[in-house]
């Protein structure tokens, strides 16, 4: 291989002078030289006008156009300079009785409010009692008209099993009973007298029909408990004393709920 020289590869010999070398001792220092910027003067006479901004570096204004003045504050002597403010003293005592007047103030303050707080907290526990009072009340009320009526109605049994028992036991009751509704037929004129099975045969037996005036005669029916009815040219005459019992019921229980 050729390097260049004319010789060939194998034949090539490093040359005996060795590569350049250099080392830094310093650098240079640059001392900058202020040179003063020449500037032609300008001859007095000639009036030039500038900006009141360039006023400070020897510009002329015009006199219509004058620079803001600043305004200098001059160093006030020591007689001139403002004497320090101290606020005013109170002796002790003085100051002891302000300490208590706004004290007895603070206390009369705190009392006053909390007088008002506790005026409306009662105010408020008063209406939430009487809320409560008539609620109580009308529960009550209604508890009461329940107890009546269940009362009453008890009552109203018992009186008419009681009666139911008399019957049964003493057949003649029927007498008074049908003196009581002849006197409610007035002019008319009876046709027949209805009484139970039980009753006509305790009629029958003892004669009963022959007790009362008139040309009617007694018939059993079987819809009839107790009492009789009473069949009139003007109608008839209710007195069994199951359906008495029931319209007396309806009778007291509006009573008492009216």
């Known amino acids: 291989m050729n390097n260049g020289s004319g ?15 250099y080392e830094n001792i310093g650098e240079r220092v640059r001392r900058p030289v202020f040179e003063p910027l020449k500037i032609e003067v300008v001859h007095e006479a000639v009036e030039r006008s500038s900006d009141p901004m360039f006023a400070d570096y020897g510009g002329r204004v015009s006199a219509t156009r004058q620079p803001p003045k600043e305004k200098l504050v ?24 302000m300490l208590e007047e706004q004290f007895q103030r603070g206390v009369l303050e705190g009392e006053q409010r909390a007088h008002e707080q506790i005026a409306d907290h009662t105010a408020g526990l008063q209406q939430r009692f009487e809320l409560l009072c008539g609620e109580l009340s009308d529960q009550m009320q209604g508890d009461v008209e329940r107890i009546e009526r269940q009362a009453l109605g008890l009552a109203i049994l018992i009186s008419r099993r009681i009666i139911a028992e008399a019957v049964e036991i003493n057949p003649e009751y ?16 009876v046709q027949r007298v209805r009484i139970s099975p039980a009753d ?33 040219s003007a109608g008839e005459v209710d007195y069994r004393l199951d359906a008495a019992w029931e319209r007396l019921k309806d009778q007291v229980i509006r009573s008492t709920t009216a």
Do not use: M
């Open 7 to 21: 010789k060939s590869q194998p034949e090539y010999r490093t040359p005996p002078f060795a590569g350049s070398r």
């Open 74 to 97: 001059q160093n006030q002597g020591p007689s001139q300079q403002a004497a320090p403010h101290h606020p005013p003293t109170h002796p002790p005592e003085e100051l002891q009785r």
């Open 174 to 189: 029927l007498l008074p009973v049908i003196r009581d509704a002849l006197g409610y037929v007035g002019g008319a004129d």
């Open 200 to 232: 006509l045969e305790f009629v029958e037996i003892e004669k009963i029909r022959d007790r009362f005036d008139g040309n009617w005669s007694f018939i059993a029916d079987p819809a009839i408990v107790s009492g009789c009815i009473i069949d009139t």
